[in-house]
């Protein structure tokens, strides 16, 4: 249960750009979409977001110049799209659990679902994480903006939950933040010690858990 996967993501940019993507034939236009995304992080991965252009682009892609122009005007556009993706998709995730009206149960819920989200869209987590910078100065205040959002939120769950310690809220919503942070960047290091989603989804639970649990200092 996500809002954004592999399978839906190319519609959704394609549906919320439609004004701007020329190309009006949805099956080659969603095939294109994913060649393009994909080979924009292999190039951001392997000579960085700044030093390509647009002509690598269209040499890993295999699609002309006049192509690509079909469905991006130029690297900014590129990277507001990212952007528009990690938003969207953190901003849906909370909503998700509204129903939810235990506050440690949706804390709890919404920690795993963060997760396990970065997982599903890591390229695109990276990406905005790695390359905020070369994001316009408007795409990348809203970025910020929705770190705030999902870090308000922890913290309003925490304030919620009764017997919680003293001053919990905001630091350990920022932990929380670079909990989730960590594991998307740097992947090497989970892999090398075979920790899965589900485990590192875990073990951040039973940290958040233990810690609002722990008694209030005097």
């Known amino acids: ?14 549906d919320r750009y439609a004004d701007r993507i020329g ?18 992080f292999r190039l951001a991965n392997e000579v960085g977001f700044r030093a390509m252009n647009l002509r690598d682009l269209c040499r890993e892609t295999g699609l002309s110049m006049g192509g690509l122009y079909g469905y991006i005007s130029g690297k900014d556009q590129l990277a507001e799209m990212i952007e528009e993706v990690v938003r969207h998709a953190t901003q849906e995730v909370p909503r998700m659990f509204a129903h939810v009206d235990d506050p440690l149960d949706r804390l709890e819920a919404l920690i795993r679902a963060s997760i396990f989200l970065s997982e599903i869209l890591q390229p695109w987590f990276y990406f905005v994480f790695m390359d905020s910078r070369a994001l316009p100065p408007q795409q990348r205040a809203m970025a910020k903006e929705s770190e ?68 209030r200092t005097a």
């Open 148 to 215: 705030l959002y999902v870090q308000a939120l922890i913290a309003g769950l925490v304030d919620s939950v009764e017997g919680r310690p003293d001053g919990a809220a905001p630091l350990l919503a920022a932990h929380c933040m670079a909990m989730f942070q960590d594991w998307y960047v740097k992947r090497w290091k989970y892999r090398a010690a075979k920790v899965t989603p589900d485990q590192f989804a875990e073990s951040t639970v039973r940290f958040v858990r233990s810690h609002l649990a722990a008694p």
């Open 23 to 40: 190309v009006k034939r949805r099956k080659p236009a969603l095939e294109n979409l994913e060649n393009i995304f994909n080979a924009t």
């Open 1 to 14: 249960m996500t809002p954004l996967d592999g399978a839906n993501i190319w519609a959704f940019l394609l």
